[in-house]
């Protein structure tokens, strides 16, 4: 699991099946460019070489460099994820390497409602869910391929019942052991 859990704070980021999304998506863009290159250089006494030199060779180097720039910047992408929960408050880090800094907020005190989603067999198998933390005034945040879901509703079970000066004991929180 992808998660670092102290006293104090839980640091969680992404499943690894994203990484699985991205290769597939970088290979098969690969493969499409590199396809298209051998298609027309097989063919190459059939095509004039004007087409082949000014525009299907840039056309398959455009294609095989946005491929591997896609995947270059989904693995920052990947790793610049995290969902940080501290004693009052779960903080939010989105960042890319040039498009996005994002960083929210969110008050335990003020959410009303948190909810686990694992729809499907591939969810269910591979432990990942999303996450919905409904606020007040109705904000919702969704969390998309959260590890371990359950264990991560569990932490902020526990950190809001913190706050409220509930004690917690082994016995409220059995329900949702992992």
């Known amino acids: 699991m992808n998660a670092i859990i102290e006293n104090d704070s839980s640091i969680v980021s992404r499943h690894p099946i994203y990484l699985f999304y991205l290769v597939g998506k970088g290979v098969i863009l690969l ?12 063919y190459k006494n059939e095509v004039p070489e004007d087409l082949l030199r000014y525009f299907v060779f840039p ?7 946005y491929s591997i720039l896609q995947f270059a910047l989904g693995m920052v992408k990947f790793h610049n994820k995290l969902v940080i929960i501290v004693r009052d408050r779960i903080i939010i880090i989105t960042s890319s390497l040039f498009l996005q800094e994002d960083i929210e907020i969110l008050e335990l005190s003020k959410v ?3 909810d686990v989603e694992c729809h499907g067999l591939l969810q269910n198998m591979l432990n990942y869910g999303a996450l919905i933390i409904e606020q007040q005034k109705n904000d919702v945040r969704i969390m998309h391929l959260i590890p371990d879901p359950f264990m991560v509703l569990r932490i902020i079970r526990e950190k809001t019942d913190y706050l409220s000066g509930n004690v917690v004991t082994p016995s409220d929180l059995a329900f949702f052991k992992v």
Do not use: E, P, Q, W
């Not at 493969?31 to 097989?42: K, P, R, S």
């Not at 056309?59 to 460099?65: D, E, I, K, T, Y």
């Open 112 to 114: 009303m409602k948190i």
């Open 59 to 65: 056309a398959v180097l455009v294609l095989a460099n």
């Open 31 to 42: 493969v499409a460019a590199l396809g298209v290159g051998a298609l027309f250089t097989f």
